[in-house]
C-alpha cells in the first residue's frame, strides 16, 4: 500500500484547502481500495493478511462515508457501538491513513495553530488536526478510554467538541485490582444509556452477546495460534502488524475479527517458509513509508512475528454477564498496570516465542510506552533477549530522517547476526 | 519522613495524622537512561528524590498522568522508600468521587500503620480545620498584596503544614498585575523576572502555587467524602481533566477575584497539551510554553516583556528631552548581529550601522554608539534619548530603556508601512511573526522554539553544505525541475538529509528550492498560528534573500513589503519609541 499511498496523497494535497471536494476524492479512493483488497486481493499471501488488510481500510472508509459512526480510541469498548450497529473507528487508524499518504502535516500544522502543544502525541495531534479539518463527517459518538495512555481524554474531548458530538470517556484506574472493576462497569452502564439515547432505541443486549460469543471464540483461536507461533510465522509487511492491532482492538466481537483468527492458525498451520530471524514488536510500528517497510518484508531474512498488541486485550469475556466481564477485560488489561507487569508480560511472550530480539518503537509524545523503556532494556538484557529502542515518531514522517531508523536497525541485525 | 509530589494528595489527613511531611522540593536532576526523555522535567526530579529516600521514608504516589504513573512504578525498585499508591481518576462525576473516598480510605489506614494508632474521626475533623485555616491565611496573603515571592514562601511552607511569616514587603502600585496558570511553576528567578520587566505577579495558581489549596472542604459526618468532593468537584482541576474550561470553572471565579490585567498561561512541554485553561474573556492572556525546570529565561522575558507593554498600551508618559540633544538612538544587540539606528525629530534614519554580536555584546554595542558618533560627530549630550531592543537589550548599558523587539518591530514597520497588519521578521538565530491591529498595537504574536529551524541560522548551515552562498541558493532555486521535499525541519537532520541528497545525485537545484519550502513551512505555521493577514511587512536580514521571499510568497499567497534595509526595523522602532516618549 505504502508507495502507492503517497502518490494518491500528493494529488490528493492539491484540495487540501477545499474539505469537501477532499472528502469526495479520498472517498472514491479509498472505496476502490477496499475493493480490490475484498475483491482482487493477492493470493498468494496469507488470507489473515488480506482480511486484515481489507478491515482496516474498510474502518476508515466507513467513517469516511458517515452514518453511524463512533470515534474510538483503541481500548474503547467496541462491542457496545457494534452490537447497535454502529461503526467504530480508531482515531489512530485516521492518524495512520494521513500519514500512509503523507499528509499528515496538515491536520498537525491545524493542530499547532489551535494551541495543541507539539509535545502531545501524533497520533492524537493528527486526529485532532483532521476533525478540525472536517475532512471526516461528523461521528455520532466519540468514546475513550483513560488507558493506554493519558492523552485520550482531552484528544478524544477535543475531537467530540470539533464535531459537537457526544462525548463519553471512561476512566479506567491504573492498578488492575478486582475491587476497581464495579467502579468502570457503572460507567459502562452509564454509556449505555447515552447510546441509547442517541440511537433512541433500547440496548439489544441479545446482540451484545452474540457479538461476545464471538469474541470468545476470537479469543481462544489467538491462544491456539500463539502455540503455533512459537514454531511457525507468516511472512508480514511491518504496517501489517500495524493494522492487524489496530482491527483486532477496535473489532473485537465481530464475525469478520473471528474469520481472521480462524484464518490465522490455518495460516500458521500451513506456513512453509520462515525467517533467519524472528522478532518482537514493542509498541506500535511507524505507519508511513519508511526504509524499515524494506528491512522487515515478507521477501526479507528477518520478520516481525508479532506486536505487543496483539495479545494485550485478549480475555475471556463471558456472553452471560457481558457488562461487567468487558469492565475486567478493561481493568486488567495488561496495559492498565505497572512497568513491570508490562515487563513480565513480554518476557513470557518473548520467551514463548523464541524471537531473537524485540525492537521498541519509543514513540515520540507516549509517555505510557516509553516511560517504561529503560526499564524494559534492563529486564530484557538480565534475560539475555537483545533489545532495541527505536525513538522516532510513528505519524509525522517530517519528524526524523527514516535513514536514522534504518542505521539503528541495521546494526541491532548486525548484532544478532544478520547480513545485508 | 513522608513525601509527596501532587497536589491530589489531601494535605487534610496528612494534618490529621500530625506525622512530618513535605513536598519533594527539588530542581535538579541527572539524565537517568531508566527515565525517558519524553517524560517531563518535574518527574525527572522527583524520581531523582525517590532515589535519594531511605526506608524510613515513605513516599505518597498520585498517578496523575503517564509520567507520574511510569515513575511511581519505577520507584518501586529503584527507590528505599515505602509507597503506597492512589489512583487518581480522571473524571469529576459522583462515582469518580466515590472512587477516590475509598482511595483516601486506604490512605488514612497506611497512615494509622505508620504511626501506629488509628486517625480518629475527631482528629480527622481537625486535619480540615488546620487545613482550612492555612488556605484561608495564604488567600489572606494575596488581598493584602503582599510580594509574591513572600507568598510563594508561605505556599511552600504550607505544602509542608507550616505556616510562614512574611516580611512585610508589598507589591508596587500602578504596574501591571499579572496571574500564571497552568504549567508548574515556582522559581524565584522567574519571579525576579517578572519584577524587572515591570510588572508583579499576584498569583501562581499552577500546582507549584495555590492550585492545590482551593476549593471548600466543610466539617461533615464523613470526612472522607467530604475531601474527596474538595479534590474531585470543587478545586481547580488540573491539566488531565476534560471539563476544565467551562465558565463554571473554580479557576474563573479566582481569576476575576484576584484582578490580575494579564494572565500567563504556561503550558509545561510533554504535560499541558490543549491550552485551555480558562481565563475570563475579559483578561487578556498569552500562552507560553515552558519547561521545567525553567530554561532560557531570556526569551521567555521577551515573550511576557512584550505582554506587558502590550497591557501598557504603548509606553506611558512623555519625559522632558534630556539637555539639548536632537537625536535618537535606537540598538538593537540581537544574537547574530547588533543593529544601531540614529533619527532625528521627523523619524528620518540619519545613519544606520550593523556588526556581529560577537561574544560580548556590550561591547560591540558601545563600539557602534562611538563610530556613529564619530561620522556624525556628536557627543553623548546629542542624544535625547536611547532604548535598546533584542535579545541582548538589557546589556546595552548606555540606553535609557528597553522595550522588546516584538514591540519595535511592531514600531519600525507600522511607521514604513503604515498599512501594515502582520510582520515576518526571520532573523539569525530566531523567528517572529506579529500581528497588529488597525492602529498598530501588538495583538499576538509567535516566536520560534529555541531552536535554528525556521531562522536564517538554518539558511546559512545549509549554504555551507551545499558550498553555495545565499544568493546562489535563491538563484538555483529558480532552475529547480523536482519538487523535492528536505523532510527534516531541525537543522542537524536536515543537513545529513541533504548531504544523502546530494549523494543521491539530486540537483543543487532542486535541493535548494527544497530547503526554502522546509524553512518556510515552519515560518506559515506561525503565521497561522497568530492568524496573520496582509499586508505582510517582511523584516530581517533574510528578507534580502530572493529564494526565501519567493518561496513564502507562494506558500501564503501573499505579497509581501520588503523595507529597504529590512535587517534594521527593530532598531529603527526602537529609535521612533524614544523619539515619541520626547517629543510629543
Ligand atoms: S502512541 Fe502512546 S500516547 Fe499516542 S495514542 Fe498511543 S498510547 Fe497514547
Ligand atoms: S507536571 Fe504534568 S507531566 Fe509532569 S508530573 Fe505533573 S501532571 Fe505529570
Redesign the pocket.
Known amino acids: 500500500m505504502s508507495k502507492k499511498s503517497v502518490v494518491f496523497g500528493s494529488i490528493l494535497r492539491k484540495f487540501k484547502d477545499d474539505p469537501a471536494r477532499f472528502r469526495r476524492i479520498l472517498k472514491a479512493g479509498m472505496g476502490l481500495e477496499t475493493l480490490r483488497r475484498k475483491k482482487f486481493s493477492d493470493k498468494n499471501r496469507p488470507a489473515f493478511i488480506n482480511t486484515i488488510n481489507h478491515l482496516a481500510v474498510l474502518e476508515v472508509f466507513k467513517a469516511l462515508k458517515g452514518n453511524n459512526v463512533a470515534w474510538v480510541?483503541?481500548l474503547a469498548p467496541s462491542e457496545l457501538l457494534l452490537a447497535t450497529g454502529m461503526s467504530p473507528v480508531s482515531?489512530?487508524g485516521i492518524s495512520g491513513t494521513m500519514s500512509s499518504m503523507h499528509l499528515e502535516d496538515l491536520p498537525l500544522s491545524l493542530a499547532s495553530s489551535n494551541g495543541i502543544s507539539s509535545s502531545?502525541?501524533?497520533?492524537?495531534r493528527t486526529s485532532i488536526g483532521t476533525a478540525f479539518w472536517k475532512v471526516f463527517p461528523k461521528p455520532d459518538i466519540v468514546v475513550t478510554t483513560t488507558i493506554?495512555?493519558?492523552?485520550?481524554a482531552g484528544?478524544f474531548y477535543k475531537i467530540a467538541k470539533s464535531y459537537g458530538a457526544p462525548f463519553f470517556l471512561i476512566d479506567v484506574p491504573r492498578g488492575r485490582k478486582p475491587e476497581y472493576v464495579p467502579y468502570v462497569e457503572r460507567q459502562l452502564y452509564q454509556l449505555i444509556e447515552l447510546i441509547e439515547e442517541i440511537t433512541a432505541r433500547k440496548f439489544p443486549f441479545d446482540k451484545l452477546a452474540q457479538h461476545l460469543e464471538w469474541e470468545k471464540q476470537t479469543v481462544e483461536n489467538l491462544y491456539r495460534a500463539r502455540k503455533l507461533l512459537i514454531s511457525k510465522s507468516i511472512p508480514m509487511h511491518l504496517y501489517e502488524q500495524m493494522n492487524a492491532l489496530y482491527v483486532m482492538h477496535t473489532l473485537a466481537g465481530t464475525k469478520e475479527l473471528l474469520t481472521a483468527s480462524q484464518e490465522l492458525i490455518r495460516d500458521l498451520e500451513a506456513s512453509q517458509t520462515s525467517p533467519d530471524i524472528r522478532l518482537l514488536w514493542l509498541?506500535?510500528p511507524p505507519y508511513y513509508d519508511n526504509a524499515l517497510f524494506e528491512t522487515f518484508s515478507p521477501t526479507g531474512k528477518t520478520w516481525v512475528v508479532t506486536d505487543e498488541l496483539w495479545w494485550d486485550w485478549l480475555y475471556p469475556v463471558r456472553p452471560e454477564d457481558p457488562i461487567k466481564s468487558l469492565a475486567e477485560k478493561l481493568v486488567f488489561n495488561i496495559?492498565a498496570g505497572s512497568v513491570q507487569e508490562r515487563g513480565e508480560f513480554l518476557i513470557n511472550l518473548a520467551r514463548e516465542l523464541n524471537v531473537s530480539g524485540a525492537i521498541h518503537f519509543s514513540?515520540w509524545?507516549?509517555?505510557?510506552?516509553?516511560g517504561g523503556a529503560g526499564y524494559l532494556k534492563s529486564v530484557f538484557s538480565q534475560e539475555k533477549i537483545p533489545f532495541l529502542e527505536l525513538t522516532g515518531d510513528?505519524v509525522d514522517h517530517n519528524s526524523e530522517s527514516a535513514g536514522q531508523l534504518k542505521t539503528r536497525v541495521s546494526a541491532f541485525l548486525e548484532i544478532l547476526g544478520v547480513k545485508e | 519522613m513522608i513525601y509527596y509530589a501532587c497536589s491530589y494528595v489531601p494535605l487534610e489527613i496528612l494534618l490529621a495524622s500530625k506525622l512530618p511531611f513535605a513536598k519533594i522540593d527539588s530542581v535538579d536532576y541527572t539524565e537517568d537512561p531508566l527515565v525517558h526523555r519524553n517524560l517531563c522535567g518535574y518527574c525527572k526530579t522527583t524520581f531523582e528524590s525517590l532515589k535519594a529516600m531511605n526506608d524510613k521514608d515513605l513516599f505518597i504516589a498520585v498517578d496523575s498522568c503517564?509520567a507520574m504513573r511510569r515513575i511511581n512504578d519505577l520507584a518501586r525498585d529503584f527507590s528505599k522508600a515505602r509507597i503506597i499508591q492512589l489512583r487518581l481518576p480522571w473524571k469529576r462525576d459522583d462515582e469518580s468521587k466515590n472512587f477516590y473516598r475509598d482511595q483516601l480510605a486506604n490512605l488514612l489506614e497506611v497512615l494509622s500503620l505508620v504511626r501506629g494508632s488509628s486517625i480518629t474521626l475527631e482528629e480527622l475533623k481537625e486535619g480540615i480545620k488546620r487545613f482550612n485555616d492555612l488556605k484561608d491565611y495564604l488567600w489572606q496573603l494575596h488581598r493584602e498584596n503582599l510580594k509574591y515571592n513572600e507568598i510563594q514562601k508561605a505556599i511552600d511552607f504550607a505544602n509542608s503544614g507550616k505556616r510562614y511569616q512574611p516580611s512585610l514587603k508589598y507589591i508596587r502600585k500602578g504596574v501591571p498585575r499579572l496571574a500564571v496558570v497552568g504549567g508548574i511553576i515556582k522559581d524565584r528567578e522567574f519571579l525576579k523576572m517578572i519584577e524587572d520587566i515591570g510588572a508583579e505577579l499576584v498569583l501562581n495558581e499552577t500546582c507549584g502555587g495555590m492550585r492545590g489549596f482551593t476549593g471548600e472542604t466543610f466539617s461533615a459526618s464523613d470526612p472522607l467524602y467530604e475531601i474527596a468532593t474538595r479534590l474531585i468537584q470543587r478545586r481547580v482541576p488540573c491539566g488531565r481533566f476534560v471539563d476544565i474550561e467551562s465558565d463554571t470553572s473554580p479557576l474563573q471565579k479566582i481569576l476575576l477575584s484576584q484582578k490580575p490585567e494579564g494572565v500567563i498561561k504556561l503550558n509545561q512541554k510533554f504535560c499541558d497539551f490543549f491550552d485551555d485553561y480558562p481565563v475570563p474573556k475579559e483578561i487578556p492572556s498569552i500562552s507560553l510554553e515552558i519547561d521545567f525546570p525553567l530554561s532560557s529565561l531570556g526569551q521567555l522575558s521577551t515573550r511576557i516583556g512584550a505582554f506587558v507593554e502590550k497591557l501598557r498600551k504603548g509606553i506611558a508618559g512623555a519625559i522632558s528631552r534630556k539637555s539639548k540633544g536632537k537625536y535618537f538612538l535606537g540598538v538593537d544587540s540581537g544574537s547574530t548581529t547588533t543593529n544601531l539606528v540614529v533619527i532625528n525629530d521627523s523619524e528620518e534614519i540619519l545613519l544606520w550601522k550593523i556588526a556581529p554580536t560577537g561574544i560580548n555584546g556590550s561591547v560591540t554595542a558601545h563600539k557602534l554608539l562611538k563610530e556613529a558618533q564619530e561620522e556624525m560627530n556628536f557627543t553623548a549630550d546629542d542624544i535625547a534619548y536611547c532604548v535598546a531592543t533584542g535579545y541582548g537589550r538589557d546589556i546595552v548599558d548606555f540606553a535609557n530603556e528597553t522595550v522588546t523587539e516584538i514591540t519595535c518591530h511592531a514600531k519600525g514597520a507600522r511607521t514604513l508601512f503604515p498599512h501594515a497588519q502582520c510582520i515576518i521578521d526571520i532573523g539569525g538565530q530566531d523567528s517572529k511573526v506579529i500581528r497588529l491591529d488597525e492602529k498598530g498595537s501588538v495583538v499576538d504574536f509567535s516566536m520560534n522554539d529555541k531552536c535554528a529551524a525556521g531562522t536564517g541560522r538554518f539558511l546559512e548551515v545549509m549554504s555551507r553544505v551545499l558550498e553555495k552562498d545565499l544568493d546562489a541558493m535563491a538563484a538555483a532555486a529558480e532552475r529547480a525541475r523536482k519538487k523535492l521535499s528536505i523532510s527534516s525541519m531541525c537543522t542537524v537532520f536536515a543537513e545529513s538529509e541533504v548531504v544523502s541528497l546530494i549523494g543521491k545525485g539530486e540537483s543543487i537545484n532542486d535541493i535548494s528550492a527544497g530547503l526554502f519550502r522546509s524553512i518556510s513551512k515552519r515560518i506559515v505555521a506561525m503565521y497561522k498560528r497568530v492568524k496573520g493577514q496582509p499586508p505582510v511587512v517582511f523584516t530581517g536580514g533574510v528578507a534580502r534573500n530572493s529564494g526565501i521571499v519567493k518561496t513564502l510568497q507562494e506558500e501564503l499567497g501573499v505579497k509581501f513589503l520588503i523595507p529597504k534595509i529590512p535587517d534594521i526595523v527593530g532598531a529603527y522602532g526602537a529609535a521612533i519609541i524614544g523619539k515619541e516618549k520626547v517629543v510629543k
Do not use: Y
Request: aromatic share 4%; charged share 20%.
Open positions: 480510541n483503541l482515531a489512530e502531545l502525541c501524533t497520533f492524537h493506554l495512555c493519558d492523552g485520550n484528544s509498541h506500535i496495559e514513540h509524545g507516549c509517555r505510557q510506552s516509553s510513528c | 503517564d
